[in-house]
T-cell receptor
Framework: EAQVTQNPRYLITVTGKKLTVTCSQN?????MSWYRQDPGLGLRQIYY???????DKGDVPEGYKVSRKEKRNFPLILESPSPNQTSLYFC?????????????FGPGTRLTVT | GDSVTQMEGPVTLSEEAFLTINCTYT??????LFWYVQYPGEGLQLLLK?????DKGSNKGFEATYRKETTSFHLEKGSVQVSDSAVYFC??????????FGAGTTVTVRA
């Protein structure tokens, strides 16, 4: 079954404690991205990756890092989380072959930073 | 840059009522347009899409038509059910692979 998995699904942490949210896809997609969802703002792209070792900033990258060492994994790293990073995070994996475009979303990670 | 403006919610309806959620966009070129749905406690699911002007996307009784002249992609359903209660997002894909989302509209359908 084609899927995008994220872990953890829920996380409560304290300001400044480094954390990583993992994301994995089993569809061999080259393009992956991270979004955050906030009330009244919809989803905004944090970072994206066009392929292994190729990453770039999205619309709201401040306070986040990513890496893409393998095609299937795209972890999101918060080196020093702050309360304004409390949000719902979605990883997405995108099929981009030819004229076809389909975006698959993970189940989401609800992060609370106190 | 690309942007999507979506009707503000929340929207509360009775079962079998008609639902419309307005969506307009700003983009260069010829974007693809999408509606996603998020049921309580779940991730986003693609509801329908349209890739060129005058295309009509449809799924589960929902419809939306890509109107280039009015830069709109309004979502409609003729008779809603309680199970349609969810958050609905309008989105567009421009020349790159990123999706630009509207703010989302929360729809609650009462029995």
């Amino acid at each position: 079954e084609a899927q995008v998995t994220q872990n953890p699904r829920y996380l409560i942490t304290v300001t400044g404690k480094k954390l990583t949210v993992t994301c994995s896809q089993n569809m061999n997609h080259e393009y992956m991205s991270w979004y955050r969802q906030d009330p009244g703002l919809g989803l905004r792209q944090i970072y994206y990756s066009m392929n292994v070792e190729v990453t770039d900033k999205g619309d709201v990258p401040e306070g986040y890092k990513v890496s893409r060492k393998e095609k299937r994994n795209f972890p999101l790293i918060l080196e020093s989380p702050s309360p304004n990073q409390t949000s719902l995070y979605f990883c997405a994996s995108t099929k981009t072959s030819g004229r076809s475009y389909e975006q698959y979303f993970g189940p989401g990670t609800r992060l609370t930073v106190t | 840059g690309d942007s999507v403006t979506q009707m503000e919610g929340p929207v509360t309806l009775s079962e079998e009522a008609f639902l419309t959620i307005n969506c307009t966009y700003t983009a260069t070129g010829y974007p693809s347009l999408f509606w996603y749905v998020q049921y309580p406690g779940e991730g986003l699911q693609l509801l329908l899409k349209a890739t060129k002007a005058d295309d009509k996307g449809s799924n589960k009784g929902f419809e939306a038509t890509y109107r280039k002249e009015t830069t709109s992609f309004h979502l409609e359903k003729g008779s809603v059910q309680v199970s349609d209660s969810a958050v609905y997002f309008c989105a567009l894909k421009g020349s790159d692979y990123k999706l630009s989302f509207g703010a989302g509209t929360t729809v609650t359908v009462r029995a």
